[in-house]
């Protein structure tokens, strides 16, 4: 079993940033890969950055360039910086985990950019 537990979202406005966190414990040696995933009103839920075990990260278009994705090993915790956020971002974020063949969630984070 794998636990993930997200902090770090709030209100901001237009053009400024956060970062969210995300604590994991339990079974973490078999996690492969990591990411964060939002899902807006009467929308499905979407990647927006993902980073394996071996380090390397992909992002969603609609974030690359202002969203970063990063992990402390020692600390087991994921981290998404955003930057230059717009009102399109949103949504309520999760944290994921994969390991094996079994997806774990986070309880999710909201997030909203508004003036």
């Known amino acids: 079993q794998v636990q993930l537990v997200e902090s770090g979202g709030g209100l901001v406005q237009p053009g400024g940033s956060l970062r969210l966190s995300c604590a994991v414990s339990g079974s973490i040696f078999r996690i492969y890969a990591m990411g964060w995933y939002r899902q807006a009103p009467g929308k499905l839920r979407e990647l927006v950055a993902v980073?394996?075990?071996?380090?390397?990260?992909n992002y969603a278009d609609s974030v690359k360039g202002r969203f970063t994705i990063s992990r402390d090993i020692a600390k087991n915790t994921v981290y998404l910086q955003m930057n230059s956020l717009k009102p399109e971002d949103t949504a309520v974020y999760y944290c994921?985990?994969?390991?094996?063949?079994?997806?774990?969630w986070g309880q999710g984070t909201q997030v909203t950019v508004s003036s």
């Open positions: 980073i394996s075990s071996g380090d390397s990260s």
């Open positions: 994921n985990a994969k390991a094996g063949k079994v997806d774990y």
